[in-house]
C-alpha cells in the first residue's frame, strides 16, 4: 500500500502523500484508497473471527475472546491493529484532503464523522439506560448522527470539488501542465 495507488489526476499517490494533510485530491483518488482499503479491513475481520472461534466454548456461551498469549497470537494481533491504525490515519487525511477539495477546513472532519459517531454511542448506552420506557430521543439523536454521517459520505465521496485552484492548492482533477 506504500507503493503507488494511483495516478488519477496527474499526480501520483504514494506512501508519502498518504499520510499527508495539505492540498487536495479528487474523488476517484479517495474510492481509489477505499477500494484497497475494504478488502483489507474485511481479511482483518476474517483473521479476527478466526482466533474468535479457535476457543470452542469461550465466545459463544457470552464470554469474552481471550487475549492472544502466544507469541504468534501476540505478533499477529499486533500487526493487525497496525495496520488497522494505520488505515484508519489514511482515511482521515485523505478526508482531510478531499474536505479541502471541496474547500472545506480540517474540522470539518469532526462535524462529519466523529461528533455523529459520539451521538450514536450516546444514543445507544447513555440515553437508553436513562429513558428505557420512551427510546424516542434515543431513536431521534440516532437519526440525527446518520444524517449527519450521509451528509458527509456525499460531501467527501459524490460531490465535485471547487472549481480551479482554491485556499488549498491548485485543481487536482486538472492535470499539470
Not at 444524517?147 to 465521496?157: I, P, S, Y
Request: with cysteine.
Amino acid at each position: 500500500m506504500a507503493e503507488t495507488l494511483g495516478s488519477a489526476g496527474g499526480n501520483r499517490m504514494d506512501g508519502s502523500s498518504l499520510f499527508g494533510l495539505k492540498g487536495r485530491i479528487n474523488r476517484a483518488r479517495y474510492w481509489l484508497f477505499f477500494l484497497v482499503a475494504v478488502p483489507v479491513i474485511a481479511a482483518l475481520f476474517v483473521a479476527y473471527y478466526g482466533y474468535a472461534m479457535s476457543f470452542p466454548g469461550a465466545y459463544e456461551n457470552g464470554g469474552p475472546t481471550p487475549l492472544p498469549s502466544t507469541p504468534s497470537a501476540i505478533a499477529g494481533a499486533a500487526v493487525c491493529w497496525i495496520v488497522f491504525a494505520a488505515l484508519v490515519l489514511a482515511w482521515a487525511a485523505l478526508t482531510v484532503r478531499r474536505l479541502h477539495d471541496r474547500d472545506r477546513p480540517w474540522w470539518w472532519l469532526l462535524v462529519f464523522f466523529v461528533f455523529p459517531n459520539c451521538l450514536d454511542v450516546f444514543s445507544r448506552y447513555g440515553l437508553r439506560a436513562q429513558l428505557e420506557p420512551s427510546p424516542g430521543a434515543a431513536l431521534i439523536i440516532a437519526g440525527f448522527a446518520f444524517a449527519l454521517n450521509l451528509w458527509g459520505v456525499v460531501e467527501t465521496g459524490f460531490l465535485r470539488g471547487t472549481p480551479g485552484d482554491n485556499r488549498y492548492g491548485p485543481n487536482p482533477a486538472r492535470p499539470k501542465a
